[in-house]
């Protein structure tokens, strides 16, 4: 995936970078993504690729969380735009920005149709792990952006009660609910607009992120070689004010791979979940792994050296 300007590149006027919060960023460079679905990874590692090569000082987490992002939008961008799009990187000196644009013009929303639909888990993420985010229509498109910084923002706020979040519109309406221990961020927010309260209510969600092992991935069709990426990692969720019952709880949405989901699992579909995958280890270490090293060892004994 070719980069283009991956040095010192101020955003021309009429560019992306326009039509959101405008800054001077010290490095830039973009690139543009093909509408396919595999190119998402692509993109994603591209992204990462290209701030490490800046030096820019994000801990190991962080640079996984921007890597995260950048695949949930360029894969939103991906499946609603039939003309790709083209993602930009930016970096001020204290928060990377990466920017994406497509050909289509709505909006992006969070869907709360079922806990199994994918679509709208990606502003999920971004509201949750995001030290800034929006989006802005443009001329013939739109443009989705996201910052993160050095670290979360500290949580919970100076006007937040300990397992208290609350919701303080402009006219002093109060909206309080439970804030879980192991909820990462807290939704605490005041001076809203009556008419956003809705908007807000509907993004609260409750996450707490669990990482999964690290296995050395080949996808010929997207990169050579193999690459070290995670499996099996995910979240627990909470969506309190969704309007379908089922999201209202917590429930854990488990990553296999990269844009692979298994979404909505209560208690007894996790454990499901998990004694299939120790049933398959097992079945690896007990039945494959002999078989293979008396495939080997026939082999060795067998075959024309």
């Known amino acids: 995936m070719p980069v283009r300007n991956p040095q010192l590149v101020p955003p021309q006027a009429g560019s992306p970078a326009a039509a959101v919060p405008s800054w001077q960023p010290v490095a830039s460079a973009e690139f543009p993504v093909r509408p396919e679905a595999a190119e998402v ?38 499946r609603h735009s ?10 001020d000196g204290t928060v990377v920005r990466v920017e994406v644009t497509d050909a289509s013009t709505a909006l992006p929303v969070r869907s709360e149709s079922a806990p199994d639909a994918e679509d709208g888990r990606g502003l999920l993420l971004v ?8 989006t802005a229509p443009l001329a013939g498109g739109k443009a989705v952006w996201f910052e993160v910084g050095p670290a979360h923002p500290e949580q ?5 009660t300990p397992g208290t979040s609350a919701i303080t519109t402009a006219d002093g309406s109060v909206t309080a609910g439970y804030l879980p221990a ?8 005041v001076g809203v607009p009556p008419e ?34 995670a499996v099996f990692e995910g979240s627990i ?32 579909g996790l454990a499901e979940i998990a004694t299939r995958l120790r049933d398959h280890a097992d079945m690896l270490d007990r039945r494959i792994r002999p078989a293979l090293v008396a495939a080997r060892d026939d082999w060795a004994a067998r075959s024309p050296q």
């Not at 509201?127 to 929006?134: E, I, P, R, S, Y």
């Not at 919970?156 to 937040?160: A, G, K, T, V």
């Not at 309190?240 to 989901?261: E, K």
Request: proline letters at 10%; aromatic letters at 8%.
């Open 82 to 91: 039939d003309a790709g799009c083209t993602v930009a990187v930016r970096w």
């Open 237 to 268: 969720d909470c969506t309190p004010y969704a309007t379908d019952p089922r999201l209202r709880i917590p429930v854990v949405n488990l990553q296999i791979s990269v844009g692979r989901w298994i979404l909505g699992l209560d208690p007894h």
């Open 127 to 134: 509201q949750a792990l995001a030290t800034g985010w929006g």
């Open 156 to 160: 919970p706020p100076p006007w937040s």
């Open 196 to 229: 956003e309260l809705p908007q807000r209510l509907a993004f609260v969600n409750h996450r707490a992120f669990f990482e999964g092992p690290t296995v050395p991935v080949t996808a010929p069709d997207i990169w050579d070689g193999a690459e070290d990426d």
């Open 41 to 78: 990874a692509a993109a994603r590692r591209a992204v990462a690729r290209i701030v490490r090569g800046w030096r820019v000082p994000l801990p190991d987490e962080r640079l996984a969380d921007l890597e995260l992002l950048a695949g949930e939008v360029v894969s939103n961008a991906v």
């Open 182 to 189: 192991w909820a990462e961020d807290d939704p605490t927010e």
